[in-house]
């Protein structure tokens, strides 16, 4: 169980274009979804927090108008990068808790399986 | 902000040998967690620690938490060429606040 999948695992695109990233948990409820970013040997970067039915919660220095964030529904969170630039070439992932459990309380977090974006 | 010290930042090991890494952080943690990643894949949960003293054990690997609450290590018995990969810990501090990653310790293991 506690399965998030993520699509695509890879893309690339040409500098100006958005890109969508989505991230579904399988088999549980995700009322908190977490985008992470990570740069080649580095630890993983909270980007935001992701909220169903609520706006998503930046950290300082993640644009909200660069990154758009939609957590539609208990499963589903998606990640669009607009008017991507070679600088946005990243490994995007996403995480999930289960609902009653994660962050709120125990912090466990279930990871998917990344989506590697590259602007040309 | 809180961060964690994680170390060793990377260890080269023999096939068979005992690996031990460790986590320390100035901020007291309620959940201790400790993650592998494969390259190009995301961070796979290996343990959870949720008190202060706990050992927990998942096959090869034993975790503890440490007492003072502000430390955890991870230790990998007769480690095998499959155990390649980056560890990260990370801990929480509770109903405020995400989760806090280390930086990891890349583990290689030569068969």
């Known amino acids: 169980g506690a399965v998030v999948s993520q699509h695509p695992s890879w893309v690339i695109c040409k500098s100006g274009t958005s890109v969508k990233i989505e991230c579904r948990s399988l088999?549980?409820?995700?009322?908190?979804m977490f985008w992470y970013r990570q740069f080649p040997k580095q630890s993983l970067m909270l980007m935001a927090t992701?909220?169903?039915?609520?706006?998503?919660?930046?950290e300082q220095g993640v644009e909200k108008d660069k990154f758009l964030i939609n957590h539609a529904s208990l499963t589903l969170s998606t990640l669009t990068v607009t008017s991507a630039h070679p600088e946005d070439s990243s490994f995007y992932i996403c995480s999930a808790s289960i609902a009653g459990r994660g962050t709120s309380s125990t912090g466990e977090l279930f990871f998917g399986e990344g989506s590697r974006l590259t602007v040309l | 902000g809180q961060q964690l010290n994680q170390s060793p930042q990377s260890m080269f090991i023999q096939e068979g040998e005992d690996v031990s890494m460790n986590c320390t952080s100035s901020?007291?943690?309620?959940?201790w967690l400790w993650y592998k990643q494969d390259p190009g894949e995301g961070p796979v949960l290996l343990i959870a620690l949720y008190k202060a003293g706990e050992l927990t054990s998942n096959g090869r690997l034993t975790a503890q938490f440490g007492i003072t609450r502000k430390d955890s290590f991870l230790n990998i018995s007769a480690s095998i060429p499959s155990d390649v990969g980056i560890y990260f810990c990370?801990?929480?501090?509770?109903?405020?606040?995400?989760?806090?990653f280390g930086k990891g310790t890349k583990l290689s293991v030569k068969p």
């Open positions: 992701s909220n169903e039915g609520s706006k998503a919660t930046y």
């Open positions: 901020s007291i943690f309620n959940t």
């Open positions: 990370a801990g929480h501090g509770g109903s405020q606040g995400n989760l806090i």
């Open positions: 088999d549980f409820q995700a009322t908190t």
